[in-house]
Structures are given as structure tokens and as C-alpha cells.
């Protein structure tokens, strides 16, 4: 596809073309607050779609006035599949003005996203989670398919899940020593002193995760150290130093509230529970009452949840994980069951 394509739309002539970044970011932060009804900082937009370790992947729809009317884009994340390096890009903020809804120029703007950053040899998936409405023009219009039996919502008492191991007969020490290393807090200091403490564990983990945004040092540090906003709390299982960190959960809290944002974890069960439950001992001396997680219903880690004192309940935002494949070489069932994903490959939480 040419950088640039001219349609003429209901007797209107338009020009659907890459985002600017230089030039486009006042008139988007617009159309945001048409199509949202609310208002998107510069922060915030710059924070997550320009100044990311990503390429800028959006695309707009500008009518005969030149202002944005659709926007159609999404972050490239890095990923691995097999021995190749390939693109997954998260689909998100995608909005069309009030008054051109209906008329199908989204889908116009759609299809020439996919032909502009789908046809390129490293773009394998594009995925998100949109809610019913949107997901059933995707699947009516483009191609979209829900992943898998979609996203198992995990959430529990604090203090049970604490516990859980205690009632199933298992040994429980507390806030401490585990049988593999320490729970420890990753403060910014320590990814400063150790900038590869992220890359060792992708790399120790990336087999377990076959298709998944890459989960290395410059996600971690653009995701959750440099939100301008937001605030979240790392914990790992690590020897010392901090380099042998062989799992991570990242917290975000709301008054007695404690959710999961983001995990990544070899899969060994045995660590896993045995970190949760460490991390709960932690939570609950510190006074929260619950806590809620968000994974892929077929994956290994919603599992390991499932056994250790998490309840799985129906999810509660509406959304539905969904799927485009660009690469042949992808099967749809296998993508099912192997794909990662957690909260923090968008900025809900």
C-alpha cells in the first residue's frame, strides 16, 4: 500500500495516511474527546504511543477539512515465534468521530491498516480487547476471531488465598525464605543497577511463552516505571543480586484492592503458588481485603490459579480477546492455546 490513499467517500474526499506525530497530535487528542466523550492528556498519549520502545503503528482517516475523523492503530510489541522475531501488535484507542459513524469509512480505515502494517513480512498477529459491539463488526466485517474460551477473570479473598495452602495440608511459613529464593520488592534503583534483571527471566521463560509480547527490560521499564500517571509495585522471586530473579508478579492497588497487572513466570507450578502465597501473607499485613487477576483461560498460569485458592468468576468489563493472523504459518487452534496476554499489555489498569 502507498503511504497515502485517497478515496472519495458520500460525495466527500478524504486521505487515510500514517499518524504524524509531529503535526496530528492536537487534532487526535480532538477527535478522542468527540468519540470518548472525555479528554486524553499529551502525556499520557505521547507516553503510549510515541515516546514507547515501538515503532508508531496508526493509522487515521482525515476528511476535506484535514481533521482526523477514524483512527485505526495500535502498539507493535515485540515478540518471538519459533527461531524468527516477529511483530504483535495490540490493537487499542480505536475511535471514529460521532458524525461519521455508521457510514462504514471505519471500515474503509480498517482494511487499509491491515494492507498498510499487515503485509509486512514481521506482523504475524494483531490482537485486543474490544467489547461485544465492536468485536461483532470485527467478526462481520473483518476477519476478527475471539481467542480461545477468552479471558478467565481470577479474584479472592486475600486472606484465603494466603491460607489456601495451610488448608490443603501443605507447609506455610509466612513472609520469608521460599525453597527457590526471596519475594522482593524491584524498586527502580535496582533495574538501574541491574538493567538486564528483565532480560534474564524473559530469557530463562520465553520457551514457556510461545506467543507472547516480550516481556524484556525496555518493555518492563516504558510499561511500569515511566507511566506518567500510574503507579505499580514489582515483586520477584530472586536469589540475590537481583539477576537470578526467577519470576515476577507487577501490583496495582485501589484502597483494599490488590490486582495482578502483569506476571511472568516459569511454568512450575510448585513456584508459582508458593510465591502467591508468599505475596498474599505480604498483602494481608498490609491491609487489603481482595485481589483480581485477568489471563488467558487455556494458558498454564490461569491453571496454576485455579489451584491455588483463586475463585474464577465471570468477567466483569465485558471484553473479549480477539485475533487477526497474518502469517499462514499460524494456526488459528494452537494460537488458542498458547497465546499470553495480562492487563498489562494495555493500560486499563
Known sequence: MEME????????????????????????????????????????WRWKYIDNPYETAILICENSKGMPVVLYGGIPFHSNFSDRKIVMIHLSDIMSHPDYRGSGLFIHTANAYFDFFGNRSDTFVMYGFPGKYHFDIGVKYLEYASIGNGAAF???????IMEHKTRQRRFFSGIGDLLQGKIVRIEYDDFQSDSGLFDSLWNSSSKDYPLAVTRDSAFMKWRF?????KSYEIWGISYPPLKKCQGIMVLSFKDKKAVIVDMLFPEKEKLVV??????MAMLYQRGFDTIETWLPSDHFLAAIFRKAGFDNRDEPTGIIPTIRIFDESLDYGWASENIFYTMGDGDLF
Not at 12 to 30: H, M, S, T
Not at 274 to 279: E, G, K, N, P, Y
Open 5 to 44: 490513499k485517497n478515496i472519495t467517500f458520500k460525495n466527500e474526499n478524504l486521505v487515510i495516511r500514517p499518524y504524524d506525530a509531529f503535526k496530528d497530535e492536537e487534532n487526535v487528542r480532538q477527535l478522542w474527546q468527540a468519540a470518548f466523550n472525555n479528554e486524553i492528556s499529551s502525556k499520557l
Open 154 to 160: 481470577f479474584c479472592g479473598s486475600v486472606k484465603n
Open 225 to 229: 516505571f515511566d507511566h506518567p500517571f
Open 274 to 279: 508458593d510465591f502467591t502465597s508468599h505475596l
